[in-house]
């Protein structure tokens, strides 16, 4: 029973340290007005249900937000500048956006928004820093 115990024991304190940091620095912000939000991503369901988000009340040209217990893998990141603050990114003629927005690797799509692996980036057994360039 002893050994059974100790061994679930371990296994959660490895599952626990498997959580890693993952920290977003965005810039490319105008306007200190709005808020920010940003999304992180599995391929699975990349633009439909991220796997953690955040939304930053925007005070300055540059924000970092930090992901606590992000497991190893590969993800991507979305991020918009919602000036407005009506909790949408805002579109024009043939759904452009007219607010800042921005890819994990700075990818852009060709027509529309780029594809996972193009913004695809790897967290794995220490913690990341990425950075976003808003546009």
Known sequence: ???KLFLLMLFAASTLSAQNQLTVVIDGI????????IAVYNEENFRKKPIDFQIKKVE???ITIVFDSIPPGKYALSAFHDENSNNQLDTGTF??????????N?????????????CMIKVEEED???YITLM
Do not use: H, W
């Open 106 to 118: 700075n990818a852009r799509g060709k027509m529309g928004p780029p594809a996972f692996k193009d």
């Open 128 to 130: 990341t820093v990425i």
């Open 95 to 104: 759904g452009i956006p007219t607010e800042k927005y921005g890819f994990s």
């Open 30 to 37: 105008e306007k200190i007005k709005g808020q920010l939000f």
């Open 1 to 3: 029973m002893k050994t």
């Open 60 to 62: 300055n040209e540059t």
